[in-house]
């Protein structure tokens, strides 16, 4: 069992202290019980059931949301298609479109609630909800508002129209940023919604529910019902429903997809990865050593497109590394709704025993595993930002995706072999390039087998930016003119 | 050629001479092997006569041909858009001066004459058709997107990878260029399961691509029993997509269960016209690439 730590190495904690600069919580409203959100009211459940969200940075429970069953469904799904044929159809496209920029609208009004119950219900850091989940979020309700009215021009030679009931499966590393992703691009298509957020995050899918009701969206045109894996099956087998959406595991998703076989349903999935991060000897390596930092640790990890394997040219290796491990060094873990957080809380319990046991199979198939020796909270969920080297490709973490903050480190000599490494896995998110060279950066970019490549920076994402994974990362893409046509009839 | 419409239009003296009977092979990796099962089953005309003894192609021709797809996908992927195009438009030329040929063929398994003239001219045509969206496509689908922070982003489509089509049972030729040309012509390789009625018009199919300098490996051509295709050809994990457009429900809820397996593409032309770039993009996979603007 190798086990370093960074003790000896640079101290940074010693010269460089933080004062504590929380967000306050005060002004934020949440109730204590969440009910279903269907055809416009919160309506009990009628299982009668409810379940406990919890605050993954202190294990405090924050509210009680209703656990939806078979009968549930049923019910949001009927809301939803009645919404369809006698609302949403029948007005005309532009002002379809004005609802969702409404909803946009309301989203950046409140951006600031929204951010700060992300992060208590997710464990994320304040600094990425309020500066990437929520912005990023309404941006997308305002770019796909504008395309109601414009969908003629985005498939030539086609005519459009919307599929009918999309049910919409997310999880929760994103989980008010996936509830836009799915919704707005429906919605604009002219399709209504059943949305089911993740069970550990459902908060702010809820407050946007209330959004939605002070947007006078109507009653029935989206629908958004809490609950586990159960309701989350009750929404893919109901026959009322036209297309599916999920975003989640492979393992989750190919089931998905096996339950739909036999069906009319159509789909999209948006699954897991295991992304290449490469960086060549004349990449700009400081550069390089944040853009794999922000790459494995954004999020804690919790990412699809991670950057969870980096591949560095031989030549450059020891001077990465180093670097690496010192900028870990300065990674504050901590309070989610501290300012100068860079590592939030590991999002449930299950997530982090899952990463725990990942990383003892790291150590005990012979990698070597550094971590951090940064202080982290008694209370709550945390995992250090840890690093492997002396891994091979056929590693367990090397191959499986482990959606935490951990990194798998090899090397390479030349541009064929780091392209035979990277591609060799069955995921194809993701993937990054750091080099100096244009012509390398093409190169590169066109021969990995992945949906969205990242040259000399890494997880940006934007309204107008399709994404999406190649083989067994899912189907379809989400965002832009490409995330249109999974919620179209083309004929 | 001693079938009744050569015979005819020769002279009647070409009648004593004794024909020369052709062996009908599959077509893999560029080449024309027997199945390797050894199997065979017997192609009867209406009377009942048998043609041909036909390659009853197995799980294992199948295998080959995807390892065959597999070494031929990167440098297919690679080739230029025009390099492609003038290939497809080569075949298109190859078939036009072996039309006589086709309808010859497609009347023995039973098509009449008009029909069979109408089909293969039809093939002609979409295969330029297709040979013309080769450098067209990518421009019409992509697009730059004008993202909000500092970065030239765009999105493009690239090959989904090996695909395996399930052909269509009732047009010999049609089936095939309809279901193989937007495929290869988006730069995937690919697999064709044949019409089972129509296997003498497939091999012939395949040896005009083999006279038009397409690659080996990029069509493989596996004539045989569909039913047992069903099964292999959606359950192979190194395949990304499966097309299959005239499957009865039952078999096509197989394929869609086999898909999951490794989350293949399932596609059906069936509801999309046969000239149609939408044919070519639902074998693609949209890349987005995202660089930063800066010194």
């Known amino acids: ?491 | 050629m001693a079938t009744k419409t050569a015979i005819k239009n020769t002279s009647a003296s070409a009648s004593k001479r004794l024909d020369v009977k052709k062996t009908y092979k599959i077509y893999i990796d560029g080449k024309f092997p027997r199945t390797e099962s050894g199997r065979f089953y017997a192609l009867k005309d209406a009377a009942g006569n048998v043609i041909a003894n036909v390659c009853r192609g197995s799980r294992k021709d199948l295998r080959d041909a995807v390892v065959s797809n597999r070494k031929a996908q990167n440098d297919w992927s690679k080739r230029s858009a025009y390099n492609k195009a003038q290939i497809l438009y080569r075949i298109a030329e190859t078939l036009e001066g072996r039309k006589a040929q086709f309808i010859d063929t497609m009347m023995k398994e039973g098509y009449k004459e008009s029909n069979a003239k109408a089909e293969v001219e039809a093939a002609i045509d979409l295969l330029v058709y297709y040979a013309g969206w080769s450098d067209k496509y990518i421009q019409v689908f992509s697009t730059v997107n004008p993202v909000e922070s500092s970065h030239f982003n765009f999105s493009y489509p690239e090959p989904t990878g090996i695909v395996n089509v399930i052909c269509p049972q009732n047009q010999a030729l049609l089936g095939i260029v309809s279901h193989a040309a937007p495929v290869i012509i988006g730069g995937n390789t690919c697999t064709l399961v044949v019409a089972e009625k129509h296997p003498l018009t497939a091999v012939e199919f395949a040896e005009v691509i083999h006279a038009s300098d397409l690659p080996g490996g990029v069509i493989n051509i596996i004539t045989g029993y569909r039913k047992e295709f069903i099964a292999h050809a959606s359950s192979h994990m190194d395949v990304n997509a499966i097309i299959c457009s005239d499957v009865d429900q039952e078999q096509r809820k197989t394929i869609q269960i086999n898909a999951a397996l490794n989350v293949k593409r399932v596609v059906d032309y069936s509801k999309e016209e046969t000239a149609s770039p939408y044919r070519i993009m639902s074998c693609q996979e949209i890349k987005t690439t995202w660089h930063p603007i800066g010194i």
């Open chain 1, 1 to 491: 069992m190798k086990k370093s730590s960074a003790k000896g190495g640079l101290k940074f904690d010693t010269k460089w202290s933080y004062a504590p600069a929380p967000e306050t919580p005060d002004h934020i409203q949440l109730k204590e019980k969440y009910d279903l959100f269907i055809n416009g009211k919160f309506t009990a459940p009628s299982s009668k059931k409810y379940f406990d969200t919890i605050n993954p940075a202190t294990e405090k429970k924050i509210a009680s949301v209703a656990d939806a069953n078979a009968a549930d469904v049923d019910k949001a799904v009927t809301a939803a298609r009645t919404a369809q044929q006698k609302v949403w159809s029948k007005i005309s496209a532009a002002e379809r479109g004005k609802y969702i920029y409404r909803i946009a609208r309301v989203m950046q009004e409140k951006a600031r609630e929204l951010a700060i119950i992300e992060s208590i219900d997710g464990g994320k850091p304040i600094r990425e909800s309020r500066d990437i989940d929520v912005p990023l979020a309404a941006a997308h309700f305002f770019y796909y508002a504008g395309w109601a009215d414009k969908l003629e021009y985005a498939f030539p030679g086609k005519k459009t129209a919307p599929l009918g009931v999309a049910g919409q499966i997310i999880p929760w590393n994103f989980p008010l940023l996936m509830a836009a992703w799915k919704i707005a691009p429906a919605l604009a298509a002219g399709n209504t919604v059943v949305l089911k957020p993740a069970e550990t995050t459902p908060l702010t899918a809820l407050k946007l529910a209330e959004i939605l009701q002070e947007a006078d969206l109507p009653p029935g045109v989206v629908n958004i019902i809490t609950g586990a894996g159960a309701t989350g099956a009750a929404i893919v087998n109901h026959p009322g429903i036209d297309k599916i959406a999920f975003t989640g595991s492979t393992d989750v998703g190919k089931i998905i997809q096996k339950a739909l076989a036999g069906t009319d349903k159509k789909y999209t999935l948006e699954l897991g990865g295991k992304a290449a991060n490469i960086i060549f000897e004349d990449a700009a390596i400081d550069q390089a050593v944040e853009g794999i930092v922000n790459g494995i640790f954004f999020n804690q990890g919790h990412v699809c497109c991670a950057g969870s394997r980096l591949f560095v040219q031989e030549g450059i290796a020891k001077e990465v590394i180093r670097k690496l491990k010192d900028r870990i060094q300065t990674l504050i873990v901590g309070d989610p709704l501290d300012k100068n957080t860079d590592i939030g809380a590991i999002n449930s319990k299950a997530q982090l025993n899952k990463i725990k046991s990942l990383v003892q199979i790291g150590i005990k198939e012979g990698g070597e595993c550094w971590q951090s020796d940064c202080d982290v909270p008694s209370k709550g969920f945390w995992f250090r930002p840890t690093l492997f080297t002396n891994v091979a490709q056929s590693s367990t973490i090397v191959q499986e995706e482990i959606f935490g903050p951990v990194l798998a480190i090899q090397t390479f000599r030349t541009v064929e072999e780091v392209i035979e490494k990277a591609n060799n896995t069955p995921y194809g998110l993701s993937g990054g390039v750091w080099t100096d060279k244009g012509s390398k950066v093409f190169k590169v970019s066109s021969k990995l087998r992945a949906g969205v490549i990242w040259a000399n920076t890494y997880n940006k994402f934007d309204p107008t930016s399709p994404f999406g994974g190649y083989k067994e990362s899912g189907v379809g893409r989400e965002g832009g003119l490409h995330g249109l046509s999974p919620y179209l009839k083309l004929y």
